[in-house]
């Protein structure tokens, strides 16, 4: 019995050479993973010892307690945390902004993702924990909202903290809670105005339009944003912030099995893979930045 | 807490709760999809890749045209870094800062830059890595040959594109008078691609450049002639060729680069004074500091690093008892003294990405000198004819000068002088189109229009002096001189690309410099090859796709055809499919029944033993589900005049020169394009003069003229060789080819083990082919189908192999010379229900030789393989008159 199936064993992964460097390849992960479990758990364990708080130093937190209410924003950059915490509402709404792009997991080894300087912040201040010690009762928000700009880096931003989530704390978007706040494509004034109050925003190019016709169309002036950092506080509050106007896109997945797929094909180690994808699809961009 | 705060806070609770709350739902894989293609394609596309016509990323293209419209050039003072950088985010570049500097610290760096494009003053940063000093200290200016990238820019010869918010105008390209991306190179990583594209020297890469102008048809060899090879600013020297040639070739290449190192003996030192391109010399010391420390590297007792203004200067002491080059040579194995550049040659042509050969590159670049060239001559012309115009006005009041002033003399003001002067000429207006000198005196009454009438009230009375006036005429004839040369150059496109070479000339006299890197051809580049024996191999594949290779000496000599012994340990209901010859240096072309064809070299099949099983060969190869290989060819190189011709299970014949499949990609080439249901089955490796048999398992052959097959491209579909017999359930099928020889025999055996010769020469050379052909075997009940056709002499054995991988081995000359319509004789005696799987031609032991030149060794031995024979039960194998021998 052992004979025959260690024979035909062999000769099976010799002519699927690719099934075999799977498992090889999956039993290294899995090792890889636990050992890298245990080192987080006793980091973090160390980390509450000597720290007797564990939330991260640029969090500016709300002071709501009751997570059902409280929203946490996740902002690209320190240039447009800043606004964002002089234009929120603090009883509420907590900043976090992070600096530059956050780190791909998915190309990353388990044992780099717990401690990373960019991922922490994230992990401390959600409070769930991460991976197997996730628990989603400490979450300590009941939004997590990506702020990123509306340009393409801020898509990539996007994607890497979803990439995040969706690894490591995934039960916060089977649950909606992840959000993405909707900032303004276009500020539409007219010309020569200095009165910002005047001002009109769009989110998108027909809305544009429509605002455009309806304030005369002459003599006026559309801008693109091109990011956060160019408005200030009371704009950035009152278009994308304030929960009366604003409008907020909550993250669902439909089949997480795609899902998992399309994160391993986008933003995984293979090359070839993406570059195939990213030649099938070219046609469908829209918004490159020049 | 109040009443009132209370309400004030539940109400503010429900408001963040629910009340006037927008929430839409997104499906995060649509969302992660577009906006990872909106991130990747503007990486891609306008970001971290050149564009093929300058060689530009877009952040560098915005610096240079920022120094341009500010005349930051070389004549000027320098100006400084940090209000470059400050222009460039606030005109063209809305990104980071860093980014910005970064990118023109490197376009400074003269060991970056073949040809730096910026002149930096202060702390460039260092080949140690050492960063640049920060943007407030250093100055920078354009460098000399940078007025060649943005020349003629101010006559409107490039396209000019609005910035991101729409308030200027920048250029979608440099005019680039020189191929700066060759000439530069560029590195860059997006998303799913990245480039590499080495320096190289100026003079070559525009000798090139005309060469190919002159000879669009060129190849890519010839084109080396002028490009030897990357030319890097930091010198070292380039190991080997192929790598080289392949990158031009292909695109993609890996180029070796060495460090120039000096052994001297007496001091008992190594001082190294140049190191490869792109190599971090601190970084590259500690490397080395640390070999030593690892003891992996023995013989090294200190390393300093003596560079000073003088130069470069590594310096590694020796022990008393090492060998200075042993231990350089395991330096360059073991660091980065010797480096290995991965050329991928990939650029943004048309707002793609593409990977480009040499010869691409050059003609995007042509062609983008033709566009700019033509576009400044359409601007000098416009302002030749404006000009001639103005000064058409001239004439004609010069002409009539007196009546001219007295009718401004009379006018009250200016404007009114100009109506006046219009009223009185007031005959057709001459555009300045299409105009004639002579035509224009025998005008009788002559017009001005409101630009004239302008122009001539603004003259000056000092222009109406008599040398003035012959000025103007002078002008005026230059002018039209010039309008009739610019005409002539716009129809002309061979006066366009004389303009292109003539200054790209003048730009290589200006600032060509000598080649900096060497190149060392090395014989046997690569070690691995070096390392394998020489000699001769039998390869032997399996119907399961099991490969092997053995030394030819495995298969020894047995007299007289008698004993059969077990080839090859298969699996169950498996059998050897093909048997070839090699050397164990020559590249084997492997073809698959898809019609596509992968190459490996001898060595790397795995040997083993005669018994062993073999390695399959999806370790070795990429194949897809149901691929499988149906012809092995061995070549040692792919010299012209060489052919393959191709033969399909129904018939199609296609040939191709051997050459067009020199450089192989991983994955394989196509070889054929196969009808539906058609696979591909024999490959021959023919002179171009040679005939060739196909024969058909119903016993019927053709012979004709490899000639009568039109040579066609790597992937063409080829043509009918040979007709089928209908009907028989479609059994009917070609079971094999080969390439006539008149000092040898063809024979013929069946899958019941009958065999004959036949003389070639009983089959006529049909003049077309295509036909049924005639008999070549008579096909009964007891011979069964025909297995296979070879050509033998009577050196040869023949080697068969039954399909339960029964091998036996019979001198050729035992077979009977029949006629071609015979049904011969049994040669194989083979109990029911087992087949002759395929057979095989070799050389006689006794007449091998070991130091046979391999292709004549290839020559010796031709494989003659079957078509797929049913899967029998496994029966005990008797052969020929004597039992089997059971190994």
């Known amino acids: 019995m052992e004979n025959t199936v260690n024979t035909k064993l062999a000769e099976f992964f010799e002519e699927n050479p690719s099934v075999g460097r799977t498992i090889i390849d999956k039993a290294l992960a899995a090792s890889r993973a636990r050992e890298a479990a245990r080192k987080a758990r006793e980091t973090s364990r160390r980390t509450a010892l000597s720290e007797g708080s564990s939330l991260p130093g640029k969090l500016a937190d709300c002071h709501e307690r009751n997570a059902e209410l409280t929203e946490l924003y996740l902002v690209e950059g320190d240039s447009a945390g800043g606004s964002a915490k002089s234009g929120r509402n603090s009883r509420f709404q907590a900043i976090l902004p992070l600096r530059g792009k956050v780190l791909n997991v998915e190309k990353t080894r388990l044992d780099k993702v717990y401690g990373n300087p960019s991922l922490l912040p994230i992990i401390q201040a959600i409070g769930c924990g991460i991976g197997e010690d996730f628990d989603i009762n400490k979450l300590r928000y009941g939004k997590i909202i990506i702020m990123a700009d509306a340009d393409v880096d801020g898509s990539h931003i996007r994607i890497l903290i979803l990439t995040f989530l969706f690894r490591h704390m995934r039960q916060l978007i089977d649950e909606g809670h992840v959000y993405f706040a909707q900032p303004p494509l276009y500020k539409i004034a007219r010309k020569n105005s200095k009165n910002n109050k005047e001002a009109r925003y769009a989110f998108s190019d027909e809305e544009r339009d429509q605002i455009i016709a309806e304030m005369g169309g002459h003599n006026i002036e559309a801008s693109r944003y091109k990011g956060l950092g160019e408005m200030n506080a009371e704009q950035l509050w009152e278009t994308t912030m304030d929960p009366a106007t604003r409008t907020l896109l909550k993250v669902t997945i439909e089949d997480a099995i795609t899902c998992d797929a399309m994160f391993s094909l986008l933003m995984g180690d293979k090359v070839e893979p993406r570059r195939v994808f990213i030649e099938e699809n070219a046609k469908f961009a829209e918004n490159l930045d020049i | ?887």
């Open chain 2, 1 to 887: 807490m109040s009443k009132k705060k209370e309400r004030e806070l539940q109400r503010e609770n429900e408001c963040i709760l629910f009340e006037n709350q927008k929430v839409v739902d997104v499906d995060m894989e649509h969302e992660v999809k577009k906006s990872f293609i909106e991130y990747s394609m503007s990486v891609i596309i306008s970001r971290a890749l050149p564009d093929v016509r300058d060689g530009m990323k877009p952040g560098q293209r915005r610096i240079l045209y920022t120094m341009y419209e500010d005349h930051l050039t070389h004549d000027k003072p320098f100006h400084k870094s940090a209000a470059t950088v400050g222009t460039v985010l606030a005109r063209y570049h809305p990104h980071g800062d860093a980014s910005v500097y970064g990118t023109m610290v490197h376009m400074a760096q003269p060991f970056n830059m073949r040809h730096i494009l910026i002149e930096g003053q202060g702390n460039f940063g260092s080949v140690d890595g050492d960063p640049p000093a920060a943007y407030r200290y250093t100055e920078a200016r354009m460098d000399k040959i940078t007025d060649e990238m943005l020349r003629d820019m101010d006559k409107n010869v490039v396209n000019m594109i609005p910035n991101f918010d729409n308030s200027r105008k920048e250029p979608e390209v440099l005019p680039s008078r020189f191929p700066n991306l060759l000439v530069n190179g560029s590195m860059g990583i997006a998303v799913g691609m990245a480039t590499n594209i080495p320096t190289h020297n100026l003079g070559e890469v525009i000798d090139a450049t005309v060469y190919r102008m002159e000879n669009p048809d060129c190849t890519i060899p010839e084109l080396m002639q002028f490009i030897q090879g990357p030319d890097f600013p930091t010198y070292g020297t380039i190991y080997g060729t192929n790598g080289i040639k392949e990158a031009y070739m292909t695109g993609k290449g890996h180029i070796m680069v060495r460090a120039t190192a000096e052994v001297e003996e007496d001091k008992r030192q190594i001082v190294v004074t140049e190191i490869p391109y792109g190599v971090n010399k601190s970084m590259l010391c500690a490397a080395i500091g640390n070999l030593v420390k690892e003891k992996r590297v023995d013989g090294i007792s200190d390393i300093r690093d003596e560079s000073d203004r003088n130069g470069m200067r590594i310096v590694i002491d020796l022990k008393r008892e090492a060998n200075g080059h042993v231990v350089l040579n395991q330096l360059y194995r073991y660091t980065q003294l010797q480096d290995t550049c991965a050329v991928n040659m990939l650029a943004i042509v048309k707002n793609e990405p593409k990977v480009l050969n040499l010869a691409q590159i050059l003609d995007y670049y042509i062609q983008h000198q033709e566009s700019v060239i033509t576009n400044r001559v359409k601007y000098d012309l416009a302002a030749a004819l404006r000009d001639a115009h103005i000064y058409e006005g001239y004439k004609l009041a010069i002409d009539n000068i007196d009546e001219v002033i007295s009718i401004i003399r009379s006018s009250p003001d200016i404007a009114t002088a100009k109506v006046n002067l219009m009223n009185r000429f007031n005959g057709p207006v001459r555009s300045g189109e299409d105009i004639d000198l002579a035509e224009f005196a025998a005008d009788e009454n002559p017009g001005l229009s409101e630009e004239q009438a302008a122009a001539i009230v603004a003259l000056t009375l000092g222009r109406l002096s008599g040398l003035e006036r012959q000025k103007i005429e002078d002008r005026l004839e230059a002018l039209h001189a010039a309008i009739k040369e610019y005409r002539a150059i716009l129809g002309d496109i061979n006066r366009i690309k004389a303009i292109i070479k003539e200054e790209m000339l003048d730009i290589k006299n200006r600032f060509n410099e000598p080649r900096r890197t060497r190149i060392e051809a090395v014989e046997n580049e690569i070690i691995d090859e070096d390392l394998v024996e020489r000699r001769n191999c039998v390869l032997t594949l399996t119907h399961a796709g099991y490969i092997k290779r053995q030394a030819t000496e495995v298969y020894s000599a047995q007299r007289r055809g008698g004993k059969g012994i077990m080839g090859m340990a298969t699996k169950e209901e498996d059998y050897i499919e093909q048997v070839v010859s090699v050397h164990s240096h020559s590249t084997v072309m492997m073809f698959t029944n898809t019609g596509k064809v992968q190459c490996i070299r001898g060595f790397q099949i795995p040997e083993a033993s005669r018994t062993a099983k073999g390695t399959n060969v999806v370790n070795l190869l990429q194949l897809s589900e149901g691929e499988k290989i149906t012809s092995m060819i061995a070549v040692t190189d792919f010299g012209e005049g060489e052919y393959l011709v191709m033969v399909t299970r129904n018939g199609v014949i296609k040939r191709t020169l051997l050459s067009e499949f020199e450089y192989q990609r991983k994955g394989g080439k196509i070889a054929i394009t196969l009808d539906e249901g058609d696979e591909l089955l024999y490959v021959l490796h023919t002179k171009g003069n040679s005939e060739i048999i196909i024969a058909t398992a119903a016993g019927n052959a053709v012979r004709f003229d490899e000639g009568n097959v039109r040579c066609m491209g790597r992937t063409a579909r080829g043509v009918k060789g040979i007709s089928l017999r209908e009907g028989d359930g479609g059994r009917d099928r070609v079971v094999g080819a080969v390439v006539v020889d008149d000092a040898k025999h063809l024979v013929t055996v069946t899958e019941r083990g009958f065999g004959k010769r036949s003389p070639f020469d009983d089959f006529r050379t049909m003049a077309n082919r295509g036909g049924f052909g005639v008999r070549c075997q008579n096909i009964t009940e007891k011979t069964g189908l025909l297995s296979g056709i070879a050509a033998v002499d009577t050196d040869s054995d023949l080697m068969m192999i039954t399909d339960q991988g029964t091998i036996i081995r019979t001198p050729a000359s035992d077979l009977s010379i029949l006629s071609r319509t015979a049904g011969g004789v049994i040669v194989m005696r083979l109990p029911e229900g087992q087949y002759v799987a395929n057979f095989t031609v070799v050389a006689k032991e006794e007449k091998e030789d070991e130091e046979t030149a391999d292709e004549e060794d290839a020559e010796m031995i031709e494989t003659v393989e079957t078509a797929e024979t049913p899967d029998t039960e496994a029966v005990e194998v008797t052969v020929s008159d004597e039992p089997i021998q059971e190994e």
